[in-house]
């Protein structure tokens, strides 16, 4: 059936890096844009980024560009979101969800805690 | 990048009906039809509810029904069912080729 399962989440120092990943299955990964988005704990949710299905446009939210870079890899139906200079309001859960104009399918999350 | 307006709670009782509002400007929602609504129940992946204003994905309801007014995109559920408990988000695309989400709605059935 159609999934999204993020992976590579957990307890980080403020300052350091973390990459997420995303893998894809049940459907064609490679025609569809992708986003990450997160929640902290108790608010509402975040758009941080999007790419496009080929991966040429990438878009940011204000609160992490520079700091974090989308990618996808089509051949391992894979996306992934490389996150450097942690900081304690990164502290979320983090979904990755397909589609472009709507995000149709949503992974499960997986928790980022930024904490000395 | 500012959050969309949506109030932060709003009630009703079984087999009425609700709406709730989503605020924004004319470089989110009022300048595209790239409005979306996400379902979240406690603990759980949110999930499309209404895409691209009022367009329903395979499976939802059709008590479940969205529209725009200017700035203003609005989710209606009809016919309350208790598993409409939920926080509800909108989203839209925006004039940065970013997306916005509300800021959440609790949905309480009495």
């Known amino acids: 059936q159609v999934q999204l399962v993020e992976s590579g989440g957990g307890v980080v120092q403020p300052g350091r890096s973390l990459r997420l990943s995303c893998a894809a299955s049940?459907?064609?990964?490679?025609?569809?844009?992708m986003h990450w988005v997160r929640q902290a704990p108790g608010k509402g949710l975040e758009w941080v980024a999007v790419?496009?299905?080929?991966?040429?446009?990438?878009y940011y939210a204000d609160s992490v560009k520079g700091r974090f870079t989308i990618s996808r890899d089509n051949s391992k139906n894979t996306l992934y979101l490389q996150m450097n200079s942690l900081r304690a309001e990164d502290t979320a859960v983090y979904y990755c969800?397909?589609?472009?104009?709507?995000?149709?399918?949503w992974g499960q999350g997986t928790m980022v805690t930024v904490s000395s | 990048q500012s959050a969309l307006t949506q109030p932060a709670s709003v009630s009703g009782s079984p087999g009425q009906s609700i709406t709730i509002s989503c605020t924004g400007t004319?470089?989110?929602?009022?300048?595209?039809?790239?409005v979306s609504w996400y379902q979240q129940h406690p603990g759980k992946a949110p999930k499309l509810m209404i895409y691209?204003?009022?367009n329903r994905p395979s499976g939802v309801s059709n008590r479940f029904s969205g529209s725009k007014s200017g700035n203003t995109a609005s989710l209606t559920i009809s016919g309350l069912q208790a598993e409409d408990e939920a926080d509800y988000y909108c989203?839209?695309?925006?004039?940065?080729?970013?997306?916005?989400f509300g800021g959440g709605t609790k949905l309480t059935v009495l």
């Open positions: 969800a397909s589609g472009y104009t709507a995000m149709v399918i």
């Open positions: 049940g459907f064609t990964f490679s025609s569809y844009g």
């Open positions: 790419i496009w299905y080929d991966g040429s446009n990438k």
């Open positions: 004319s470089s989110d929602v009022g300048g595209y039809n790239y």
């Open positions: 691209e204003v009022s």
């Open positions: 989203s839209s695309y925006t004039s940065s080729s970013s997306w916005v």
